[in-house]
């Protein structure tokens, strides 16, 4: 049972990493096709750096939480349900 919970954990996180992957495909190239527009169109107002900025932030914090999870996946959240049941046994 624990090996099948291991493996199940496991394929979670490679689909996250591989969500995170392909966000941040989709974010490079959109981006690109952002700044080639705005080259084309009006070059003397750097407008694509607004989009570039604010998705961004939504990707770094996908790839902060991404890569993050082995400080702060399953396993932690498990160790700290345990410490607080501890916790609430000892208080209780």
């Given at each position: 049972?624990?090996n099948e919970?291991?493996?199940?954990?496991a394929?979670?996180r490679?689909?996250?990493?591989?969500?995170?992957?392909?966000?941040?495909?989709?974010y490079?190239?959109?981006?690109?096709?952002?700044?080639?527009i705005?080259l084309?169109?009006?070059?003397?107002?750097?407008?694509?750096?607004?989009p570039?900025?604010?998705?961004?932030?939504?990707v770094l914090?996908h790839?902060i939480?991404?890569?993050?999870?082995g400080?702060?996946?399953t396993e932690?959240e498990?160790?700290?349900?345990?410490?607080y049941?501890?916790?609430?046994k000892?208080?209780?």
């Amino acid at each position: 049972m624990e090996n099948e919970n291991g493996y199940l954990r496991a394929k979670k996180r490679v689909e996250n990493l591989k969500a995170f992957y392909i966000h941040l495909t989709v974010y490079v190239l959109v981006n690109v096709m952002l700044f080639a527009i705005n080259l084309l169109t009006d070059p003397s107002y750097w407008w694509f750096l607004y989009p570039l900025g604010g998705w961004g932030i939504g990707v770094l914090i996908h790839g902060i939480t991404t890569l993050a999870d082995g400080n702060f996946g399953t396993e932690w959240e498990e160790r700290k349900i345990k410490e607080y049941m501890e916790k609430d046994k000892k208080n209780g």
